[in-house]
C-alpha cells in the first residue's frame, strides 16, 4: 500500500509538471492575448502584407538587376561563366524611398556589378511604411 501511495504522488507530480508552488503568471486577458502590432516606442509596425509587397518589389526589379552580371561580362571585368549571389541592405523610408542602400554579403567580387545593383534598388518606389524598415534581399546571378 506504501509503494501505491508513492506511486500515485509521483505520477500526480509528474502531471504537473513537477513544479512546486503556484504559477506567478496570470491569466491570459483579452489584451494580453491580442498580437503586439507596435514597434519600439509603441509606432506600429510593417504589416505582413507590406513585407510581402516589399519583396515583390525587389523580385520586380530583378531582370534590371540581372542585366548588371551582363554588362560586367560583357565588358570582360568577369569571366562568362560566373554565377553568385549578392545581399543588399536597404532601409526603406516611411515615405517608401529606400535610403542606406549597401552590399552587405557578395559571391562575386566586382565593384562594377556591386554599383550596378545599388543603382538599381536606389530606383524602386516601395510601398510607404508605418516607420523606417531595415530589410535585405539576395539577387542570385549566373551568366550565360
Known amino acids: 500500500m506504501n509503494k501505491l501511495a508513492?506511486?500515485?504522488?509521483?505520477?500526480?507530480?509528474?502531471?504537473?509538471?513537477?513544479?512546486?508552488?503556484?504559477?506567478?503568471?496570470?491569466?491570459?486577458?483579452e489584451e494580453s492575448t491580442k498580437p503586439d502590432n507596435s514597434g519600439t516606442g509603441g509606432e506600429p509596425m510593417v504589416s505582413a502584407d507590406q513585407m510581402e509587397e516589399i519583396q515583390k518589389m525587389f523580385q520586380r526589379k530583378g531582370n534590371a538587376v540581372s542585366r548588371c552580371l551582363s554588362m560586367v561580362v560583357d565588358n570582360k571585368e568577369l569571366p562568362k561563366n560566373s554565377r553568385g549571389k549578392v545581399t543588399v541592405e536597404v532601409t526603406i523610408s516611411p515615405s517608401g524611398k529606400?535610403?542606406?542602400?549597401?552590399?552587405?554579403?557578395?559571391?562575386l567580387e566586382s565593384k562594377p556589378l556591386h554599383d550596378c545593383v545599388l543603382e538599381r534598388v536606389k530606383e524602386i518606389g516601395f510601398p510607404a511604411v508605418p516607420n523606417t524598415y531595415p530589410t535585405t534581399y539576395t539577387y542570385a546571378f549566373e551568366a550565360m
Open 6 to 29: 508513492v506511486l500515485l504522488v509521483l505520477v500526480g507530480v509528474a502531471a504537473c509538471g513537477g513544479k512546486k508552488g503556484g504559477s506567478t503568471t496570470p491569466p491570459p486577458t
Open 98 to 107: 529606400p535610403e542606406n542602400v549597401k552590399i552587405i554579403k557578395s559571391t
